[in-house]
C-alpha cells in the first residue's frame, strides 16, 4: 500500500452502520485508494464539483448505494470524512456541507468528535 487512509470516527461508525456485502465493498474501495491515491477515479472515486479538494468514494452494492467523502491532507495521507447511504440521483447537499465542515475544521487543526 502506497498511501495512508485515515477513517475518522464519523466515517467509521457509517461504515459499521452498513449490511455486510456493502461494508466489505467499501473497505476494498478503500484499499484501491490505498493503492492507487491520486489516481483512482470513475467508478470508484469522482472529484465534487465546486468543493475544492473533497471527493467522493463510490460503492454500488445490488442493495443500494453509498458516498464517502475524503481529501488528501498531505504527502501519501488521505482523510476519509464521513458518510451516508444514498436514495436519490444527486448527493445530498447537507452531507457535503459536513464533509466539507470536518475537512476544513481537521486542515485548521480545530477537528474534535464533540464538535460534530
Given at each position: 500500500?502506497?498511501?495512508?487512509?485515515?477513517?475518522?470516527?464519523?466515517?467509521l461508525?457509517?461504515?459499521?452502520?452498513?449490511?455486510?456485502?456493502?461494508?466489505?465493498?467499501?473497505?476494498?474501495?478503500?484499499?484501491?485508494?490505498?493503492?492507487?491515491?491520486?489516481?483512482?477515479?470513475?467508478?470508484?472515486?469522482?472529484?465534487?464539483?465546486?468543493?475544492?479538494?473533497?471527493?467522493?468514494?463510490r460503492?454500488?452494492?445490488?442493495?443500494?448505494?453509498?458516498?464517502?467523502?475524503?481529501?488528501?491532507?498531505?504527502?501519501?495521507?488521505?482523510?476519509?470524512?464521513?458518510?451516508?447511504t444514498?436514495k436519490?440521483?444527486?448527493?445530498?447537499?447537507?452531507?457535503?456541507?459536513?464533509?466539507?465542515?470536518?475537512?476544513?475544521?481537521?486542515?485548521?487543526?480545530?477537528?474534535?468528535?464533540?464538535?460534530?
Amino acid at each position: 500500500m502506497e498511501y495512508k487512509v485515515i477513517i475518522l470516527p464519523h466515517a467509521l461508525e457509517f461504515i459499521q452502520s452498513v449490511p455486510a456485502k456493502m461494508r466489505a465493498k467499501t473497505y476494498r474501495t478503500i484499499g484501491l485508494l490505498e493503492m492507487f491515491g491520486y489516481q483512482l477515479c470513475e467508478p470508484h472515486s469522482k472529484p465534487l464539483t465546486g468543493y475544492d479538494g473533497l471527493k467522493e468514494l463510490r460503492i454500488k452494492v445490488a442493495t443500494g448505494i453509498c458516498r464517502l467523502f475524503y481529501f488528501h491532507f498531505r504527502d501519501k495521507i488521505y482523510i476519509m470524512t464521513s458518510g451516508y447511504t444514498k436514495k436519490d440521483d444527486k448527493t445530498d447537499p447537507r452531507q457535503i456541507d459536513r464533509a466539507v465542515r470536518i475537512m476544513n475544521e481537521f486542515k485548521n487543526g480545530g477537528y474534535k468528535n464533540e464538535n460534530l
